[in-house]
């Protein structure tokens, strides 16, 4: 379940180690963006050592690594791989070839090292125009590709267009990114919302989001993440009418019926689908039927 | 390995972190200044010498300011600070 990510500037190592007590589904520790140059390197190893040695909780572990049209990309991989984050997020991702490139490293880096292949996976940062327009191929450009992600701020400079709260400039490439993941059948995850202050903003941010079809959202503060868990969760409501499809489905079978119906509804494959998904997730969230 | 060529730093001042200077020098010569010093001392001057070794520097001057940070943090600054005295 990855609701929520929240990223953490990779040289901080007040942030990094009290990362996992923020509510966060996952933290995102940046090598990238929040370090400077001259701390590249300092950052490289404090984030291979809390990898290395800090216990995390059932926190999952993004790191964001350079660009690979830098020179730090191949070295934050070397430091990073072995110790295993759940995923890679490539920044300035705009092209099949770029997330091949980087895949095609990891896998170099495996076997080197005797890794298990493929375990790390690949998060492209999608944040240019190139990069909207080859969403689905960059999302099926290898196996190891196992979500998309929207950085809007990015996309707006590329855009030459004002990031603004409503969001209307990055719409088509909010709903560009979930066609092409969801078509690929990879995940998808939300630009964080940037006023860390406007609670309400947020949740309208989210929500919009979430009605999109993203699986979930990112975070640039603590203060958003309790509300992104709850939006990107199912409700009381949504769960007991889940296990009422499925009820209802496990019924029509021991009666032999074909078509079955629910408060007068048709209930088809794909409200099943949605109704899986939704117990699948409250289990994981620890919510069961009583 | 290299020898420590030149003096650096790694690290901040802020809580939860360390700041090391190294430069270079003939043996090995560690300080620790650490608001954990009476606690704790000996063992992050452990921890610092243990990093010392595995980075194989046997000549240096090392002033840790230790801000209260984890083991894994002043492992990390330490080697930082080797790295950049050794210019890599």
Known sequence: ?290 | MADIIKRATAGTMESSDAYVEISPAEGLEISLESVVQKQFGAAIEAVVAEVLEECKVANAKVTVIDKGALDCVIRARVETAVMRGRGE
């Open chain 1, 1 to 290: 379940m990855r609701r929520s990510m929240l990223f953490l500037p990779g040289n901080t190592p007040n942030m990094l180690i009290n990362g996992s007590r923020l509510g966060s589904d996952a933290l995102i520790f940046d090598l990238e963006d929040a370090v400077s140059p001259a701390e590249k390197d300092s950052a490289r190893v404090l984030v291979r050592n809390t990898l290395k040695y800090m216990d995390l909780g059932s926190c999952e572990i993004i790191v964001r690594i350079n660009s690979i049209d830098t020179d730090y990309w191949k070295k934050d991989i070397d430091a990073i791989l072995p110790y295993s984050p759940a995923l890679i997020l490539l920044p300035k991702t705009s092209c099949a070839q770029d997330a091949l490139i980087a895949d095609e490293y990891m896998t170099e880096v495996e076997q080197k090292l005797g890794l298990e292949q493929g375990k790390v996976k690949l998060m492209p940062l999608i944040e240019t125009a190139l990069g909207v327009e080859n969403a689905f191929s960059i999302a099926t450009a290898t196996k190891r590709v196992a979500a998309l992600f929207l950085g809007a701020e990015d996309l707006t400079a590329d855009l030459r267009c004002k990031r603004t709260k409503g969001g209307a400039e990055i719409n088509y490439a909010r709903t560009r990114l979930v066609m092409a993941a969801r078509a690929a059948n990879i995940d998808v995850y939300d630009t964080p919302f940037t006023d860390v202050n406007d609670d309400e903003g947020i949740r309208v941010d989210a929500e919009y989001a979430k009605a999109l079809g993203f699986t979930g959202k990112a975070s640039i503060s603590p203060r958003h993440v309790e509300v992104i868990n709850e939006v990107f969760s199912p409700s009381e409501r949504d769960i007991a009418y889940a296990y009422e499809v499925m009820e209802a489905i496990r019924i029509a079978k021991e009666q032999g019926r074909g078509v079955i119906s629910l408060h007068n509804k048709m209930i088809d494959a794909p409200i099943v689908a949605r109704a899986q998904q939704t117990i699948a997730m409250a289990e994981e969230m620890g919510i069961r039927r009583g």
